[in-house]
DNA sequence: CACCGGATTGGCT
DNA sequence: GCCAATCCGGTGT
């Protein structure tokens, strides 16, 4: 159950995000995920089994969102990815932008797409226009918000694996290589 | 019901 | 480099 999450957030990297809400269709190549295990990460929502409000979608079926606020200004953004009962989860840190780039930066109130356009788990919500409205929501079919195999495929060899971003509180947990990159690509995140 | 603090960002010193 | 922004979930009284 360990190695199905981790796995996902590296089957994830070079899939397409995909929004068309108010404002238009937007989406990007995904280059940077976390991946959160289940009921025994201590730097999970849902560490310990917590089953609340908030944590309650990561418990559901995988294959839908997980959109939570984070210092009450972003909407971070993750996809669930567990079986009924199993709190699994993938954080899509960034994205390079592909379609509906003019969207993205009247969102994000640019003016010229920079490397900090889709960078960054709060700076990719902002341009796609993930709020938590889609929280819950199914990835799989083309509305609102899904994900799409364009048939690229990332090796293993060009994935970069370090820690997590901003768990400091989880301990040992902080410490799992669970972070996962395409090595060179320009739109990860700046973090560390 | 009150308090604490966060899977972050960007603006200011 | 530091820190405010800004909301509400989670926890304990």
Not at 13 to 18: E, N
Not at 85 to 110: F, Q, S, T, W
Not at 154 to 169: F, K, Q
Request: hydrophobic share 35%; glycine share 14%; aromatic share 8%.
């Amino acid at each position: 159950m360990r190695g199905d999450v981790v796995q996902t957030a590296k089957a994830l990297l070079g899939k397409k995000l995909c929004t068309d809400l108010k404002g238009g269709f937007t989406s990007g190549i995904i280059v940077e995920t976390e991946a959160y295990n289940g009921v025994t990460d201590r730097a999970s929502h849902a560490w310990g089994g917590r089953l609340t409000k908030r944590t309650k979608t990561m418990y559901e079926k995988g294959g839908i969102s997980y959109i939570y606020l984070c210092y009450g200004i972003h909407h971070l953004f993750n996809v669930i990815t567990g079986p009924v009962g199993e709190p699994h989860a993938v954080l899509i840190r960034a994205v390079e932008p592909v379609d509906g780039i003019d969207v993205m930066l009247r969102r994000r109130k640019m003016e010229s797409p920079g490397y900090r356009l889709t960078a960054g788990p709060g700076s990719m919500s902002a341009a796609l226009g993930i709020t938590t409205a889609l929280n819950g929501t199914s990835l799989l079919s083309r509305e609102g918000i899904w994900i799409e195999d364009v048939g690229k495929t990332v090796l293993d060899r060009e994935i970069e694996a370090g820690p997590r971003v901003g768990v400091g509180y989880a301990g040992q947990d902080a410490l799992l290589p669970w972070r996962f990159s395409i090595k060179g690509n320009r739109w990860k995140s700046p973090v560390k």
